[in-house]
């Protein structure tokens, strides 16, 4: 028997519009549906113009969602169709103005799905970005890696992954006291830990690697047994302490935290030292055993000149100087903050295919209408994603719409604007990424991590 659609994904965000704006027409609830599209950052259509690591993450984001959610029982279906489908099930009308609206069982149905994304939320806000969170979880994950490469690097015989271990064993006690430090307000205390304890990695690395490399010109570097296994283990460490990176720099920034700022300096380092040990053990395939303790030196290098950076700002800090720390940037942050134009270009495609507007003047007040911030769109309204404030369309339209015309997705011809066959093809394929599309976990993530630092402190 063919398994039934489950009311996960698009089904619930039909119905959460209904509970909160309903009745709606069926063509206000697609409306919704593209919004909701055109502002999920991370599954935008790459440009050319994006660097590559940016084009790379936005096709695996894209594959994800298709390997996760790609069983044809849970394909969307057109707005009409998924409606119909809860009509069967008793949870939705079509009233005699053509509306749909959600019966007394909806209703109870549709509430769930809204308290349970509220839930989710909120959990993302306070057990996830949040900086007394954010490392208390980069302890358990410190923890973690210091188990895994402490037992891989015993049981391999690698003395680079013990060292790995050993490092991360220190990083583990170092992210407990900065959990106490933020925790009992003690965070210029837990800051300048974290940047002692980025002078002894440096030193630590540095000594090592120089050792490593007298031992091998000496003959009496001992050769790495399983490198097999290294490169697993450090592809692992990889992943881990990359999301770390990321994580503790953005709640760093979006809280001016320099404690956690310093963190994911740290763990930028982490990996480079991944990626050091992982050539490193790719060469001793191959009987060549020193070349990870020459890019080990380099890293630590690298590593004291950002504990110094560091610590020049703690005590710019600590003397009462306001930093910006702006300059701490991070991957994809331009993708950040030319969504919402992205978005805005997303818009003025699809009214101009649907409701056939060609005028500026037609197509301003539709934008305004849609991108309000009061404007309820199902998940995006309760993880304060969507946009946060009005945007002067009529002063910047000329700069919505001039890409457009450089792709040739659209047209001018004399005061009105036309979508070009290219701009139909465009849109559709757009629209088509979403046919398997559920907003789990990890989306709830990405799209919180997407609004503005403002709404944090809101």
Known sequence: ????KPILGYDQFLMMALLKEGPLSLEELWEKSILFISLIWYQQLPEKSHP????????????????????ENKKIQATNVECEKLIKKGWVELNKDNKYELNE?????????????????????????????????????????????????FLSGSVGLISDGVDNTMDTVSAFLVWLGIKYQRENLATFLVIVGLFGASYAIGSESFSHVLRAMNGTLEPLTMPYLVIAVEG????????????QRYVGRAFANLTLIAQSVDNKNHVFI??????????????????????????????????????????????????DYSQYKLP??????????????????????AENLKTPEEIVPSLHKAFHPKNYIPVLS??????????????????LIEP?????????????????????KHLETFISNFSYYDVHLSDTILLAMAKDVKKYHQ
């Open 1 to 4: 028997m063919k398994a039934e």
């Open 52 to 71: 590559l690591m940016e084009k790379l993450f936005f096709k695996l984001a894209r594959l994800r969602s298709r390997l996760e959610d790609g069983r």
């Open 105 to 153: 069982e909806g209703q109870k149905k549709a509430k769930i799905y809204t308290k349970n994304m509220e839930r989710e939320a909120s959990t993302v806000k306070n057990g996830l970005l949040k900086p007394s969170a954010t490392a208390r979880n980069t302890t358990f994950l410190d923890f973690f890696l210091a188990i895994l490469k402490l037992g891989a690097g």
């Open 236 to 247: 692992v460490v990889l992943l881990v302490v990359g999301f770390l990176f990321y994580y």
């Open 274 to 323: 991944a990626i050091s040990v992982i050539v490193g053990a790719v060469f001793a395939i191959y009987g060549i055993y020193f070349v990870d303790a020459i890019i080990g030196f380099i890293i630590a290098v690298g590593i004291f000149v950002d504990a110094v950076g560091l610590l020049r700002e703690a005590i710019s800090s600590r003397k009462g100087k306001k930093e």
């Open 332 to 353: 994809l942050e331009k993708c950040w903050q030319e969504n919402k134009l992205v978005a805005f270009r997303n818009w003025i495609l699809y009214v101009m295919w």
């Open 382 to 399: 309760e993880l304060n994603a969507t946009c946060s404030e009005s945007y002067d369309f009529e002063g910047n339209f000329k700069g």
């Open 404 to 424: 457009l015309m450089e792709q040739k997705l659209l047209v001018q011809k004399d005061e009105e604007y036309n979508l070009t066959e290219r701009g139909r």
